[in-house]
């Protein structure tokens, strides 16, 4: 009997350390691939209230996260008005990300990493709300949360 339940003590543990790894590598396969920006809002950390929405539009909306699963990451924002658009900026970095906490944290050229948390992932929709470099923006001494949302 003691033998039984000490297999099934270590094929339990097996099986729970490699969910994590399993997870992971879903999520980042969801993950891969470019997702266009459609939305910014931002939140008060106060009272949860949206203090502002900004819903892309024009150029802006060719903005791109593009994200591999060996956890290479670009940015490429776009200015211009109409439908001439121009190439603003493409930076490229690094992420890693924790699936069991749903935590991104994105390392673009020369900058600090930045940590989101994934609200939304599916094959079509990608909501993450940024975790550090919080600011105040609305004066109530409480940090306040951008979130953006990204669709295919």
Known sequence: MKKQLLLFAFSALALTSCKDENLEAYDMEIMQGDWKEVKRELISGKDKTVLKTEVLTGCEAKNTLYLKTDYYVSYTAYTGTGTDCQLDTKTEGRYTYD??????????????????????????????????????????????????????
């Open 99 to 152: 699936a069991g906490t749903k935590v991104i944290g994105i390392k673009l050229g020369g900058e600090g990493s930045v940590d989101f948390k994934i609200e939304v992932l599916t094959s079509k929709d990608l909501k993450m709300v940024q975790q550090s470099g919080l600011m105040d923006m609305n004066g109530d001494k409480v940090p306040d949360y951008t979130y953006i949302t990204y669709k295919r």
